[in-house]
């Protein structure tokens, strides 16, 4: 049983790679949605208390430096310049960008940003993979202990109704040893009873004769 179950960090996770479950497409997309939930309320609790004063908060968790990082790398959008009838072209120039870049430049940071957003993916991928490898190890462990624990009932189970059967067969041959002793106890002593009795009786016999002869011989004398 436990050679056809499929282990679930190897061949069974590349299976149902796009199968939407655990190892999935749809799973990872589904955690990185969850992340990204996570991310937003230390970020910007319900509560309207913001979490830059330095005080411990969930933002201390793990990853999460990280998806700050990534996440202020969203383009941000700035709110529109208000013109006036007092305000000169120059006035209503464009605010120099300090975050502008070349596009040479831009094109190496975001390869470095998805670089990095990519190694920590597959960083969270090993570790999510560990532990599920891990749960599904102790899971396989327990399974295996519960099945040891019922063979081991069962042979304690066998060893109990050989035991018993033994002290039956036992106790039936003792039984039968003393069912046999008494019989012949039995016969002896009826054997040494008709024994008293037949010379009783030929006791008795012999009396009886010695007693007709006595009478026969006093008969004849006094004739």
């Known amino acids: 049983m436990e050679n056809s179950r499929t282990h679930y960090g190897n061949s069974g996770?590349?299976?149902?790679?796009?199968?939407?479950?655990?190892?999935?497409?749809?799973?990872?997309?589904?955690?990185?949605?969850?992340?990204?939930?996570?991310?937003?309320?230390?970020?910007?609790?319900?509560?309207?208390?913001?979490?830059?004063?330095?005080?411990?908060?969930?933002?201390?968790?793990?990853?999460?430096?990280?998806?700050?990082?990534?996440?202020?790398?969203?383009?941000?959008?700035?709110?529109?310049?208000?013109?006036?009838?007092?305000?000169?072209?120059?006035?209503?120039?464009?605010?120099?960008?300090?975050?502008?870049?070349?596009?040479v430049r831009g094109r190496r940071t975001k390869e470095s940003k998805e670089s990095r957003s990519r190694e920590w993916f597959q960083e969270w991928m090993k570790d999510f993979e560990e532990r599920e490898d891990e749960r599904m190890q102790q899971i396989e462990e327990q399974e295996r202990q519960a099945e040891e624990r019922k063979r081991q009932e069962k042979r304690e189970m066998g060893e109990r109704w050989a035991r018993r059967e033994r002290e039956w067969r036992e106790e039936d041959r003792s039984n039968t040893d003393r069912k046999e002793r008494e019989w012949r106890k039995w016969i002896v002593r009826r054997a040494m009873e008709e024994r008293r009795e037949r010379e009783e009786r030929e006791r008795e016999s012999r009396a009886r004769e010695e007693r007709w002869m006595k009478l026969i011989k006093r008969l004849f004398n006094s004739k």
């Open 13 to 103: 996770f590349h299976q149902g790679a796009w199968a939407g479950g655990p190892g999935g497409a749809r799973f990872y997309q589904k955690k990185w949605e969850n992340l990204k939930q996570k991310y937003k309320e230390p970020k910007a609790p319900p509560t309207g208390v913001s979490t830059e004063g330095g005080e411990a908060t969930a933002a201390n968790r793990k990853w999460f430096n990280i998806m700050d990082e990534e996440m202020r790398d969203c383009p941000t959008i700035s709110p529109p310049n208000l013109i006036t009838s007092s305000m000169t072209p120059a006035s209503v120039a464009s605010p120099p960008n300090p975050n502008s870049e070349s596009p």
